[in-house]
């Protein structure tokens, strides 16, 4: 999944790309709001990191912005110790949650990952379709119980088809939400990865939607 990330703060930003790098995400950057809010408003991400301080456009003018456009993606905000009145600011103009700074990145992840279930069906880190299970927050993946080794990339796509609770993605869809930006896919790269998995995991719970894409579902009885 793509999160983008709006923060000036160069050391911060960095951490953040890292950190979801490591834990399964796609991160994109930002560096002031002017950027962040045209990303925010002309490509689809699972969530946003926003700093409310920013050059060129505050994180809250964004951010109302994006939500005055339609854009209803879930929004992290990042805010300075003690302004509790710019967080009320920040809640009203439609953020889903926020982090003081500083925060630790596995409060900011606990929280993305929380944030992002609730547009699946899945109340839990463990995400579950017929017998696949994902393990969100170690990035675990197993079918009945028995742990099944992926590369980084088959987990993004599994997390990817989990959080979109059977909904089928087109196989340019995937390639943006699991392909990091300076990585170019070939045209069946998809085709491919999904035929690996599928050898993988050895459950039909992978599906085609001939013409369309793919989705998860659970076996029919
Ligand atoms: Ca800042």
Redesign the pocket.
Known sequence: MRILIV???IKIAHGLRDVLQESGFVPEMAHDGEDGWFKGSTEDYAAVIL?I??PKLDGLSVLRNWRREGRTMPVILLTAKGSWPERVDGIDSGADDYLVKPFHMEELLARLRALLRRNSDQGSTIMTCGNLSLDTRHMRVSVDSVPIKVTPLEFRLLSFLLHNGGRVASQEELATAIYFQDQEPDSNAVEVLVGRLRRKLKTDVLRTKRGFGYYLAESVE
Do not use: N, R, S
């Open positions: 923060e000036d703060e700093d301080g920013l």
